[in-house]
C-alpha cells in the first residue's frame, strides 16, 4: 500500500457565495483571524505528513503563489526596524523549496476536472483533496486523522461529520454499507442533497478526500452533469464500484468559510480561542448582543 504523499487543493473558483469580496481578491485569501484561509488548509496538509501539496490555480490567483513566497521588500523592511516577531511570522509560511506545485485549469469546468488537471503531478499514487473554503478546526488536523485510518485500510476515504436530519437538503450526504459502528465504516453510496425523509444517513460530506489514481481515468471519461460541470461526485460513483469507499467521522468542528455568514462566524469561533484576543471578544460580542 503506497502512502499519501500528496493533496490537490483547487483554487480556481470565483468564490461567488462571497461576492464582492472576491472580485479582486481570491476567495483562498479572505482573513481567517489573522491568516488567509489557504494557509489553514496548507498547513493542515503538512501536519498530517503530506509533502507535496498541488494547487490549481486559474486566471487571477496569482496572489495565493505570491504569498507563500518570499516578499524581499516587506521583509527587509521589517528586518531594518527590527520587528523580529512580525518578520518570523511573515517568514513561517513559506513551505521549503519544492513542497508546492501549481498547474492552471483554464475553464472553469468544475470540481472533477480541477482534479483531473493535476493527475501528471500525482502519477500513479495515492492522494488527498481538500477543498480550501472549508477550514476544519481540531485537536489533530482531519487529515492527519484521514490518513492514520488509511494507513489501517487503505482504498478511498472521505470525511463526513453529523449533521440535523431536517439539514440534509443542504449537503451531500453517504450511504452507509450496512451499520454504522465507530468513526470509520464502508460507504455503499453517496446523495446529494435529499431531502429529510429520502436521506440514507445524517452524515455529511465534509470537503476532505484520499483517493486511488484510478479516480483520473474515470474523471477523463465522466461527461458533465448538474451546472455542465465535471463532478467528483459522479466519478467517485463509478470508482466505488471497483474499489473499497469509507466514511470517516472526524474529530473537529468545519468551518465553511466560503459563505458569508460560514466565514463571519469562523472567525469568532477561532478569535474566541486566542489567547490574546478572546477576552477583549468576549466583552465586546457580550456588548453587542445586549445593545441589539
Known sequence: MKPVRKVVIPVAGHGTRVLPATKSTPKELLPLVDRPLIDYVVNEAFEAGI??????????KGAIEDYFDHAFELEAGLEAKNKTEILDSVRSVIPKAGALSYTRQQAPLGLGHAIWCARDIIGDEPFAVSLPDVVIDGQAGCLKQMV?????????????????REETNKYGIVAPKGDVSGNLFQMSGMVEKPAPDKAPSNLAITGRYILQPEIFNLLEKTPRGAGGEIQLTDAMDALMKQQSFYAYIYDGQSHDCGDKLGWLKANIALGLKRQEFSSALKTFLSEQIASN
Open 148 to 164: 492514520s485510518e488509511y494507513e489501517k485500510t487503505g482504498g478511498n476515504i472521505i470525511a463526513v461529520e453529523e449533521v440535523a
Open 51 to 60: 509533502e507535496h501539496v498541488v494547487l490549481v490555480t486559474g486566471r487571477g
